[in-house]
């Protein structure tokens, strides 16, 4: 498609226009577009670096976090309950979004968490409404006879894959050893899988699949897999290097027409201001930092938080911005045995130009070994298998928020409920584990780009441990009415001590996987010494330990829920911002809860699933 002009682009009129061309976004408008006589308009910030080798390539990962030309680079405010800390925020800035700077995993949402969010006020979201949009997202390819062999993976079942999707989902054809042994490691400890987790039930230890092309073992995401085979759509139209700024809604005389109806986006490029009109709707796929962000520019949100700041207040609704739930973790490293090849061995002289050669060559080695070891445990297994005692309370007014904050948020206190028979239910994962083959400096949680660097010398393997239901909420503001002023990102880490006994015994369980066989066999006199800067995990120094190593997966949600306004809500069941007659909102900020694993699956998925609902209200 020839470059298009922002003046271009405004002189046509669209019947949809989107912000954000990122994961949601791109799905979103390569699925209305399938329709000729739709057109729609996408304005993405960032660039289109779908021929950039760091995005391509697995290996090349983190080298696009805190980088600017890849990375909006947010990061957190100090973390009161975790020692005043600030943790880095990557996210996507360019085309595709999140998906183009994650890790590739492709694990899908437990049948529970799906249906939790039907029983939050959601019809239509649950499991069976939820699950066919999973499929028809990706293309599963099964793995070739010696990788299913190597890794263990028989549990596949094609009727939970998809078949026909953008998406490409396969099984890495290179890998190393320690992943060879993680699948035995738990089977030997009674964790091992016991289905496809991919039918939303199954827990234990496994390798999942990854977003990859297996033709030439590159990323897939939302923008090769959505944008561009559809690019050439003369009703498809995107802007890159567009920095929207509030949505503009109709006016009656000089007042705004109520309820709101949304007319289309203003917008920057190079500096300039530009509008562009939407003629039935506009939709923010801003993702869980903007999308509030947009919506408080625009003038709904917490009317004080507004005035404050001298924006018009045309919707005060306190829930926008609410509400934020990310997944926690903590990391333990340890020093691997001689002759083990990790990501730090590429420091070696001449060893990353050999690498890279052997990936641009035949596709294989260390940089196309996507590592997707991971497991889904119980609460009960965790004790069980770590052999420690639960540090869950007994006393059941611990599990019910406070009356402050359920005052705030209406909802807490059945999204509490829900959580709790999870963490209890010994069939529903409550922690998430998995490791990547490299160390991890954990004193550099506010700095990604060199958060994954090894902290002293030799290899390392870093094992993490990730509360998958948190209980603690936090929050994204506007803190300017500049739309270029990064918002307030307070996520109120540990802040809820559920999550903190979680993740410490979370903790003293890496260290059961690291000391047993065949998997202790691989570290150095198997699994007892520790990567530079951690040290053994008790259950005396695990509090302090859970704190001085959390981080987060980068999985914020929530921010613009969709529940009952009146449980604390931003979007209806529809996605339709309250208050507005045409303003929706598609991305992770819709969900209500938390759901475990990675979310690109479940992103895909919403954006699936609001594409039909839009085609069927406005009949197309």
């Known amino acids: ?278 003629t039935r709707e506009v939709v923010l796929s801003a993702g869980v930092v903007q999308s509030p962000q947009l919506l408080e520019l625009s003038g709904i949100g917490d009317q004080h938080l507004l005035t404050k700041y001298g924006i018009d207040v045309l919707i005060d609704n306190a829930n926008v911005g609410e509400n934020m739930q990310d997944h926690q973790l903590n990391s333990l490293g340890f020093k691997v045995a001689p002759g083990q090849i990790t990501l730090d061995s590429l420091s070696d002289p001449g060893a990353f130009p050999a690498a890279l050669n052997k990936y641009l060559t035949n596709k294989s080695g260390i940089l196309a070994e996507a590592a997707s070891s991971v497991s889904y445990l119980s609460y009960k297994q965790l004790v069980k298998s770590s052999k420690s005692a639960s540090t869950l309370p007994n006393d059941p007014d611990t599990y019910k928020p406070s009356a402050a904050a359920a005052g705030k948020n209406p909802g807490l206190a059945k999204q509490y409920e829900l959580i709790t028979e999870k963490l209890q239910d010994p069939k529903e994962a409550s922690v998430l584990q998995l490791f990547l083959p490299a160390g991890n400096n954990y004193r550099f949680a506010n700095d990604s780009t060199l958060l994954f660097t090894s902290p002293g010398p030799g290899s390392f393997v870093t094992f993490y441990g990730v509360a998958v239901h948190p209980y603690s909420r936090g929050s994204i503001h506007i803190n300017s009415s500049d739309p270029l002023s990064y918002p307030v990102i307070d996520p109120r880490y540990l802040s809820n001590p559920l999550d903190v006994d979680v993740l410490e015994t979370t903790a003293l369980h890496l260290q059961t996987i690291a000391t047993t066989a065949p998997f202790s066999s691989l570290l150095q006199d198997n699994g007892t010494v520790y990567e530079t800067f951690y040290e053994k995990v008790t259950p005396q120094n695990a509090n302090q330990h859970v704190k001085d190593t959390l981080n987060s997966l980068y999985h914020g949600v929530g921010t613009c829920a969709m529940e009952p306004r009146d449980k604390g809500g931003v979007v209806s069941n529809r996605l339709k911002v309250y208050g507005t007659s045409n303003l929706r909102v598609v991305d992770p900020s819709i969900a209500p809860m938390l759901t475990r694993g990675t979310i690109q699956s479940l992103v895909y998925g919403i954006a699936e699933k609001a594409a039909d609902m839009m085609k069927q209200e406005n009949g197309h």
């Open 1 to 278: 498609m020839a470059s298009l002009s922002a003046a271009s682009l405004c002189a046509a009129t669209y019947e949809y226009v989107i912000a954000g061309g990122g994961t949601a976004g791109l799905t979103l408008a390569a699925r209305l577009t399938e329709d000729p006589k739709i057109r729609v308009a996408v304005l993405e910030a960032g660039q289109d670096l779908t021929d950039d080798l760091n995005v391509q390539c697995w290996g090349l990962t983190a080298g696009m976090l805190g980088d600017a030309t890849y990375d909006w680079i947010y990061r957190t405010t100090p973390q009161a309950d975790d020692d005043n800390r600030v943790i880095s925020w990557p996210r996507g800035k360019q085309l595709g979004g999140s998906s183009a700077i994650n890790l590739w995993i492709w694990n899908v949402a437990s049948e529970t968490d799906t249906n939790d969010w039907e029983a939050l006020g959601n019809d239509g979201w649950g499991w069976a409404d939820l699950f066919p949009y999973f499929l028809k997202a990706n293309t599963f390819t099964r793995p070739p006879k010696q990788t299913k062999q190597d890794l263990q993976v028989d549990y596949i079942d094609p009727s939970v894959h998809g078949t026909n999707g953008p998406v490409d989902v396969s099984y890495a054809t290179s890998h190393n050893t320690f992943e060879e042994a993680w699948v035995p490691t738990f089977e030997s400890l009674g964790l091992g899988v016991n289905g496809d987790p991919y039918g939303g039930e199954a827990i234990g230890g496994f390798t999942t699949a990854v977003s990859q092309i297996p033709a030439n073992v590159s990323r897939s995401y939302a923008a090769n897999a959505y944008y561009v085979p559809n690019k050439n759509r003369p009703n498809l139209k995107l802007l890159t290097g567009a920095q929207v700024s509030n949505v503009i809604f109709k006016k009656q005389g000089k007042k705004v027409q109520q309820p709101l109806v949304a007319t289309g986006l203003s917008f920057t490029e190079h500096g300039t201001s530009y509008i562009v009109n939407a």
